[in-house]
């Protein structure tokens, strides 16, 4: 930890007409969606184990056929390990990740605060609670708790100690940052992915769930247009080099964050606050600003 305060950046906004929308906690969506599947729908509990090209799914309820199979199951997807057994898995970015919600207060719109190979970053939600993220270089599968959090960030500027002060043990979640290699497709015969399992990505743009949202819509537009076989292929066309293109530079723009290098570290904290607020805006309109 640097004894003095680490430098505020702002973290990446979308444009000024909010046509990004708003911020919002992610169970309220899940709760959302979930509401307008009817009951019978969803099978919790139920875990699959393989996916074939032919759409045949084998779980732990028997085995299952579907015209379509999507596989929206994640970084460690079981769907994408088996269609494609000889792709590379997962890589390990190099930190971790923690995130929670803390209790109502007043705090200065999205601001994340970079240190030397951690950092800080909070955006108020409309009911007044802090969405917070941290993020430290750290071997794949450190541990850290709400406590060591508190005594690592409790130099650091206000309000950011506070916010962690206020927090609930049971309420802070922690991830190991993963992204996966480019794909040379998304769909196989009557199977497609979408999500981080075929694109994770870094937090950095939080475009993660925002990216399989859209991943969906053009998906079922596809099918819903073209039948399977060829709404499959205008799906893989449509998504493949937007996904792929968001995984690149949301690692480009949380790396610098990660420095450990004492020169570099200065370099950047000069620099960052001479660059045009306009300049980070246009840079990443392309990415928040989507139609179907």
Do not use: K
Not at 156 to 181: G, K, N
Not at 273 to 285: E, M, N, V, Y
């Amino acid at each position: 930890m640097r004894t003095s305060w680490p430098p505020i950046t702002p973290s990446p906004t979308p444009p000024p007409d909010r046509s990004a929308g708003a911020p919002g906690p992610r169970a309220d969506l899940v709760d959302l969606l979930r509401g307008a599947l009817p009951a019978e729908a969803l099978r919790p509990g139920v875990d699959v184990r393989q996916v074939r090209p032919d759409g045949t799914v084998v779980h732990g309820g028997g085995t299952s056929t579907a015209d379509l199979v999507v596989g929206a199951d994640g970084v460690h997807s079981v769907t994408r390990r088996s269609v494609w057994p000889r792709l590379p898995g997962p890589r390990y970015v190099g930190y971790t990740t923690w995130r929670l919600l803390a209790p109502p207060r007043p705090v200065e719109g999205s601001v994340e605060t970079w240190g030397r190979g951690e950092r800080f970053g909070h955006v108020p939600m409309p009911d007044g609670r802090v969405y917070c993220h941290l993020m430290a270089n750290a071997p794949a599968g450190t541990r850290v708790g709400l406590a060591e959090l508190r005594e690592r960030f409790a130099r650091w500027h206000d309000p950011i100690p506070a916010l962690l002060r206020s927090a609930r043990p049971e309420e802070v979640l922690q991830h190991d940052t993963y992204e996966l290699p480019e794909l040379d497709t998304y769909v196989c015969g009557r199977v497609a992915i979408l999500g981080d399992a075929a694109h994770a990505m870094t937090p950095n743009l939080g475009q993660g769930a925002c990216q399989a949202l859209e991943d969906a819509v053009t998906l079922a537009a596809a099918v819903d247009s073209h039948g399977v076989p060829a709404g499959l292929a205008a799906y893989d066309r449509a998504r493949r080099p937007r996904t792929q293109l968001v995984v690149r530079l949301s690692r480009q723009v949380g790396a610098p964050a990660h420095w450990r290098s004492a020169p570099l570290t200065v370099l950047r904290d000069a620099a960052l606050p001479l660059l045009p607020a306009a300049l980070l805006g246009r840079s990443l309109t392309a990415t928040y600003t989507w139609a179907p």
